[in-house]
């Protein structure tokens, strides 16, 4: 009965072939109203001035906190298996609130 249960639970996830690659993003603006989140994720090159949105994910205030925990709780598991993730922020920048900027390493000539 369990089982049967569980597999009535289950959602059956199609990733589209266009999809597989996947996005690269190294900058997120987060806004939101009162219905809605807006996550945009974007691209920046080093030294460009214009950056690209690659993604729009677009969700409503309780799905927005459900992916809080799941980063959440996944950031955990990944720091117990590889160790601390490092923040690259200069000294004395903070976040900006809505923008979260992935800063590039420098480059080596």
Do not use: C, T, W
């Not at 996830?13 to 219905?35: D, F, S, T, V």
């Not at 974007?42 to 409503?60: H, K, T």
């Not at 990944?78 to 992935?102: L, S, T, V």
């Amino acid at each position: 009965m369990a089982n049967e249960n569980q597999n009535q639970n289950q959602i059956k996830i199609e990733l589209p072939k266009e999809e597989l690659q996947g996005r690269y993003a190294n900058m997120a603006m987060i806004a939101h109203g009162p219905n809605d989140f807006f996550i945009d994720m974007i691209l920046r090159g080093p030294n460009m001035p214009q950056a690209r949105v690659q993604s729009r994910i677009i969700m409503a205030p309780q799905h927005a906190k459900e992916l809080m925990f799941a980063l959440q709780d996944n950031i955990r598991r990944y720091e117990q298996n590889f160790g601390e993730i490092k923040i690259m922020r200069p000294a004395g920048a903070g976040n900006p609130g809505n923008i979260m900027d992935f800063p590039l390493p420098k480059g080596q000539a």
